[in-house]
């Protein structure tokens, strides 16, 4: 697991509860991170992910004040900062927030992964660089990660399940890594593309968040 030991759990889960929401809160058409935590589906989900996934990974000398951390997310004290400006980037704090955290056993991430995934596989060309249709039906500018672009830029969310995973996971230039060297990852990431596209997000995330 990557080590975060100069910065505070609270800042640190903070991070990675904006990372994991921001694209959720594009596809569910949001206008901020605090919305998403007040969105009868996200909020369900993202709590489900705290408890299961995020807190279990946080470094143990901080575990104390990540419980206090999470407590304020959920007591709806989360930050407005837009969706949209979130957006750009995205990718690189992915990588750096939740990537070291994620595994096979890891339902919940993958289903944010999977989210990324279909969002960012719209992202296009446009003039000199790339944009993303944001929450409000604007075109987003993206201007970092030029490289992960160009290799979303090739992908369509209406490509089948296994093509689009196979595509995505594979690719260094997205993640860093081939993330297919993990087969049980890789079989998820398809079952999950594959409901997302049949069922949609809502029920996707719906039926994560069930006990």
Same mark, same amino acid.
Request: proline letters at 4%; charged letters at 25%; aromatic letters at 6%.
């Given at each position: 697991m990557q080590s975060?030991?100069?910065?505070?759990s609270e800042v640190?889960?903070?991070?990675?509860?904006e990372c994991l929401l921001a694209p959720l809160g594009v596809l569910f058409e949001l206008d901020t991170v605090a919305d998403c935590m007040a969105h009868p589906v996200i909020r369900p989900f993202f709590g489900k992910c705290?408890?299961?996934e995020l807190m279990p990974r946080m470094? =143990?000398?901080g575990r104390d004040e990540a419980v206090?951390?999470?407590?304020?997310y959920l007591a709806l004290r989360p930050t407005s900062l837009k969706v949209n400006d979130l957006m750009d980037g995205a990718l690189d704090s992915f990588r750096l927030y939740l990537l070291p955290l994620m595994d096979e056993n890891t339902p919940c991430l993958i289903t944010c992964l999977c989210a990324l995934v279909m969002l960012f596989a719209g992202v296009r060309r446009s003039g000199e660089g790339y944009a993303l249709v944001g929450s409000d039906g604007s075109m987003i500018p993206l201007e970092r990660?030029? =490289?992960a672009l160009a290799s979303f830029s090739r992908?369509?969310?209406d490509m089948d399940a296994d093509s689009l995973a196979y595509a995505a996971l594979a690719d260094g230039r997205i993640w860093g890594e081939d993330l297919r060297r993990n087969e049980l990852l890789q079989d998820r990431v398809t079952r999950t593309l594959q409901d997302m596209q049949l069922l949609g997000l809502t029920e996707t995330?719906?039926?994560m968040s069930a006990p």
């Amino acid at each position: 697991m990557q080590s975060f030991s100069v910065v505070s759990s609270e800042v640190l889960l903070r991070a990675r509860g904006e990372c994991l929401l921001a694209p959720l809160g594009v596809l569910f058409e949001l206008d901020t991170v605090a919305d998403c935590m007040a969105h009868p589906v996200i909020r369900p989900f993202f709590g489900k992910c705290l408890q299961t996934e995020l807190m279990p990974r946080m470094e =143990e000398a901080g575990r104390d004040e990540a419980v206090i951390a999470a407590c304020r997310y959920l007591a709806l004290r989360p930050t407005s900062l837009k969706v949209n400006d979130l957006m750009d980037g995205a990718l690189d704090s992915f990588r750096l927030y939740l990537l070291p955290l994620m595994d096979e056993n890891t339902p919940c991430l993958i289903t944010c992964l999977c989210a990324l995934v279909m969002l960012f596989a719209g992202v296009r060309r446009s003039g000199e660089g790339y944009a993303l249709v944001g929450s409000d039906g604007s075109m987003i500018p993206l201007e970092r990660d030029g =490289e992960a672009l160009a290799s979303f830029s090739r992908l369509s969310c209406d490509m089948d399940a296994d093509s689009l995973a196979y595509a995505a996971l594979a690719d260094g230039r997205i993640w860093g890594e081939d993330l297919r060297r993990n087969e049980l990852l890789q079989d998820r990431v398809t079952r999950t593309l594959q409901d997302m596209q049949l069922l949609g997000l809502t029920e996707t995330l719906k039926r994560m968040s069930a006990p």
